[in-house]
């Protein structure tokens, strides 16, 4: 069992910072692809930004040069350090990974509980 737990989200005022954090716990043996992703409501949930495991990072025009992903492997931790943020940046924002278990050959997506971000003044 798997188990991805953000934390950080809340109300911030337009222009202002949030950093998100998410923890990875469980019978992990690797993960590949972190990811951050977001649905504010009556919409998709929509990508915000990824890094795989060698670092590589991919990131969507609305929140390219305001938002910036990382991960610690060792913590299996991933954070989204979100600067400069717009009212639209408002949803709930969840936590993806691509995780191997120990004794499983497949990575299998997970999904963290999501939490919510706020920008309004």
């Known amino acids: 069992q798997v188990q991805l737990v953000e934390s950080g989200g809340g109300l911030v005022q337009p222009g202002g910072s949030l950093r998100l954090s998410c923890a990875a716990s469980?019978?992990?043996?690797?993960?590949?692809?972190m990811g951050w992703y977001r649905q504010a409501p009556g919409k998709q949930r929509e990508l915000v930004a990824t890094?795989?495991?060698?670092?590589?990072?991919n990131y969507p025009d609305s929140v390219k040069g305001r938002f910036t992903i990382s991960r610690d492997i060792a913590l299996n931790t991933v954070y989204l350090q979100m600067n400069s943020l717009k009212p639209e940046d408002t949803a709930v924002y969840y936590c993806?990974?691509?995780?191997?278990?120990?004794?499983?050959?497949?990575?299998?997506?997970?999904w963290g509980q999501g939490t919510l971000v706020t920008v309004s003044s």
């Open positions: 890094v795989t495991s060698a670092g590589s990072t």
């Open positions: 993806n990974a691509g995780v191997r278990v120990h004794g499983g050959y497949r990575y299998l997506e997970v």
């Open positions: 469980g019978s992990i043996f690797s993960i590949n692809t």
